[in-house]
């Protein structure tokens, strides 16, 4: 698998619950960042967890890392149909440097 | 208004034909980077730079050039274009170090070479 790999690759739910999304990873990392794409746009910021976090919050979302298990989840709380779009991780692919690597997302689509 | 600019945002071109996508931030970031998206292979980095002059490679670098000779602009440019280029591409700009909050990506360029 990819360093990055989000799971499930497709999601989909009822407005107003909750989503869930995963992401492993297999080397040291400093932090890991969480990023949203409508689709063909550009990609936005959604959240940075350094690797001496272990949770995180931003309005509805919700951030964990695990750095045992390599894995970090994404939780969108009351989900809207405007949160229907490809949610992505990223990570620093070697620790301390800026080879980013990002995985191949999970496509959300939230039903109204 | 913080940002990254990519033109053109869309552009077909011919094989072999030298062509440039530009890339601009206003956010005095040091870190800058190139992406390109394909499906079912997510982004890829193709270079990125830590600050003016310095430049590194990222997994797929294969041709493409980059430059950095000011802190706000990071060209991409492909010297001769072949069709396995055609994709998306993004650049993207961040602080470094502890400062860095996360990427701010620009709107994307689709590029067709034919």
């Known amino acids: 698998s990819q360093q990055g790999e989000e799971d499930p690759q497709a999601l989909s739910i009822q407005e107003g619950e909750n989503a869930t999304m995963n992401c492993s990873y297999k080397?040291?990392?400093?932090?890991l960042q969480w990023y949203r794409q409508n689709s063909g746009r550009g990609l936005v910021h959604l959240i940075l967890i350094r690797s001496n976090e272990r949770e995180k919050h931003s309005g509805r979302l919700r951030v964990t890392l695990d750095t045992s298990k390599k894995s970090s989840s994404l939780l969108i709380t009351a989900s809207r149909a405007a949160d229907t779009a490809s949610y992505f991780c990223?990570?620093?692919?070697?620790?301390?440097?800026?080879?980013?690597?990002f995985g191949t997302g999970t496509r959300l689509k939230v039903l109204a | 208004e913080a940002q990254v600019t990519q033109n053109p945002r869309y552009l077909i071109t011919v094989t072999g034909k030298k062509l440039t996508v530009t890339c601009s931030q206003n956010?005095?970031?040091?870190?800058m980077s190139w992406y390109r998206q394909d499906p079912g292979l997510g982004l890829r980095q193709i270079y990125y730079s830590m600050n003016v002059e310095v430049t590194d490679k990222g997994d797929v670098p294969e041709g493409y050039k980059v430059s950095r000779k000011e802190k706000r602009n990071f060209p991409l440019i492909l010297e001769s274009p072949s069709p396995n280029q055609t994709s998306l591409y993004f650049c993207?700009?961040?602080?470094?170090?502890?400062?860095?909050?996360?990427?701010?990506f620009g709107s994307g360029t689709r590029l067709t070479v034919v």
């Open positions: 080397t040291s990392i400093n932090n």
């Open positions: 993207a700009s961040s602080f470094t170090g502890a400062a860095n909050y996360g990427y701010t």
């Open positions: 990223a990570t620093d692919k070697i620790r301390g440097t800026y080879k980013y690597i």
């Open positions: 956010m005095n970031h040091e870190y």
